[in-house]
């Protein structure tokens, strides 16, 4: 059983940055995908990143500011997340399987994390 482990999340001011992590229980061949969820919003399909490294950024409003990363070493995907806004507020999941392709966000993704909080706020 695969496990993922979001961590990085917090209070930042307008303008601030967090890098999120995502550690796996094992080594992933598979593409990850991040997430996120604001409060009486649907999950929105944030970033994604393919085992060769080729990444995607679905959300228009985070292209430029993101940039999703990956360290097969460590077992573990990043999130750079700069220039955040109060918009970006949301639990931020990360997900992978077999099943799941970056060319399809909302294909099934097996495995999640538990999400870590991300509050833009001054």
């Known amino acids: 059983q695969l496990q993922l482990a979001e961590s990085g999340g917090g209070l930042v001011q307008p303008g601030g940055s967090l890098r999120l992590s995502c550690a796996a229980s094992?080594?992933?061949?598979?593409?990850i995908g991040w997430f996120r969820q604001a409060p009486g919003k649907e999950r929105e399909a944030v970033s994604c990143?393919?085992?060769?490294?080729?990444?995607?950024n679905y959300a228009d409003s985070v292209k430029g500011r993101f940039t999703i990363s990956r360290d097969n070493a460590r077992n573990t995907v990043y999130l750079q997340m700069n220039s955040l806004k109060p918009e970006d507020t949301a639990v931020y999941y990360c997900?992978?399987?077999?099943?799941?392709?970056?060319?399809?966000?909302?294909?099934?993704?097996?495995?999640w994390g538990q999400g870590t909080q991300v509050t833009v706020s001054s």
């Open positions: 997900a992978t399987g077999p099943l799941f392709v970056c060319s399809r966000p909302k294909s099934d993704a097996t495995y």
């Open positions: 094992r080594r992933i061949v598979y593409s």
């Open positions: 990143i393919r085992n060769s490294g080729e990444s995607t």
